[in-house]
Each structure stands twice: as C-alpha cells, then as structure tokens.
C-alpha cells in the first residue's frame, strides 16, 4: 500500500464519457496499460430521532446528528469499511463482508436517505510505481455527478516524501486543476504512514462533495447492501 491522492476533474459542461476519454488518452500518452475496472461505493445512513439521547452533548440541551457510512472498494473485495462521522470526529472500523449482514439489525437506530448511495467507476491503469483508476461518479438515482481520479504511488508510503512527485504525475494528464499544494486530508497527515483506511476517506469527502448540491428526503429503513518515469508535458 503506498500513498493514495484523490483528485476531481472538473467538467463543467457536463460531458461525461468524452472527458473520461480524454483522461485515458492523456494516460496512455505516458505509457499506462489497462488493467482491469474498479468501482467504490457508498451507502450513508442516519441516527434516528428516537435515539437521538445517544447524541446529546452534555450541559448544552442540543444534540448532534451522527452518521454511519459504509463502503466497498474492489481494491480490496473482502472488506467493508464503515465511518461512524460527528461533528469533529471520524471512526473508521475495516471488518470484513459478514458485517454487512449485521446491518439489518441496526435498522431501529440508523435510516438511509434515499437514492443518497453514491459510487465511482471506471477503468484501473498501471504505469511504472503508479496506479491510476478514472472513474465516473453517479448517485443511485443514475443522476451523474462528475469525474474522479485516484493515483496511488507504490513506492513510498509517507505522504511527506513522495507529494512532488505526485503532484508532477497528476498534472501531467491532469494540468493544473491540480493544486501545488497537497489537499487538506494529505496535509494534516502528511508524515503518517498511509494504509487503506485512508483512502476510504478520501473517497467519503470526495463523495460528500459531489452529495453537497443534492438533497433528499429520509425515508426508509437500514438494509444490507452487497456490495516510473514521468512526463511534465502540458496536457492536449
């Protein structure tokens, strides 16, 4: 597991599939293969109001909205990551596909908002130490939402020693809608050693972003869901 950068790519006028295929021409231009599809999927569910003495905040009469996520990654197809999320706070728990099963049982404490289920996918790249996978990311409802990239470098696991040089790969294919500056969650862990957890995190903030212009109703109950040599170039 090296270090993952999550990055969107932006399509203003909503082209879709041509944008991808730009990406994949720009890619191949430094030498990727193909290899294979991926896909990474999100589910979020709520807490309900009859449990909400399970959010109070002590002395303050207020209460704070929790949230489960869960999520799968083909990357890693024997594991179900879920992300209990409050104001300030993150818990990530790897399990492995049994804890699906469970998810029925806590349906008197979480409500899913329905067609809020959103994934990415695409096609998976290999070129040099860098794994490249261009995704397509659609809300359930098959509302599409834009394009994101994932690039993984292989040969370092530390954020801190590695960034320019990924900051270089992606805006080869990239240009510079990519930042000089490594994004916020890179950065407030930047000296860390970096495993998957991390990249299901990224991908939860990516996903949030793409949720922020929807909203949904509650309704529903809980329910199991199944789920090298770089160039510097100005991209065509």
């Known amino acids: 597991m090296g270090v993952t950068v999550l990055q969107t790519f932006p399509d203003a006028f909503r082209y879709g599939y041509k944008e991808v295929e730009k990406l994949h021409t720009r890619i191949a231009h430094l030498g990727a293969q193909p290899n294979g599809v991926f896909q990474v999927d999100c589910d979020t ?10 959010n109070d905040i002590p002395g303050s009469g207020s209460t704070v909205n929790k949230k489960l996520h869960i999520l799968h990654n083909t990357e890693t197809p024997a594991s179900t990551y879920a992300i209990i999320e409050s104001p300030g706070k993150q818990v990530t728990l790897c399990a492995d596909l049994m804890f699906d099963l469970l998810l029925p049982r806590l349906s008197h404490m979480y409500t899913a908002k329905k067609n ?21 990311v659609s809300m359930s409802s098959g509302q599409y939402k834009g394009i994101l990239v994932e690039v993984e470098y292989l040969a ?35 000296q860390q050693v970096q495993g998957p957890q991390d990249t299901m995190q990224q991908y939860l903030e990516k996903f949030n972003e793409f949720r922020e212009s929807s909203a949904y109703p509650v309704t529903g109950s809980l ?13 065509s």
Request: hydrophobic share 35%.
């Open 45 to 54: 569910y709520y807490m309900n109001q009859q449990n909400s003495q399970f």
């Open 116 to 136: 809020l289920k959103v994934e990415t996918k695409g096609t998976r790249f290999t070129v040099s130490d860098f794994i490249v996978k261009i995704g397509s």
């Open 156 to 190: 370092c696991s530390v954020p801190a020693l590695c960034w320019p040089i990924l900051r270089e790969f992606l805006q080869s294919f990239m240009g510079f809608c990519v930042s000089s500056q490594p994004p916020p969650y890179l950065q407030a862990r930047f």
């Open 223 to 235: 329910s199991a869901s199944q789920p090298g040599t770089t160039s510097t170039s100005t991209p």
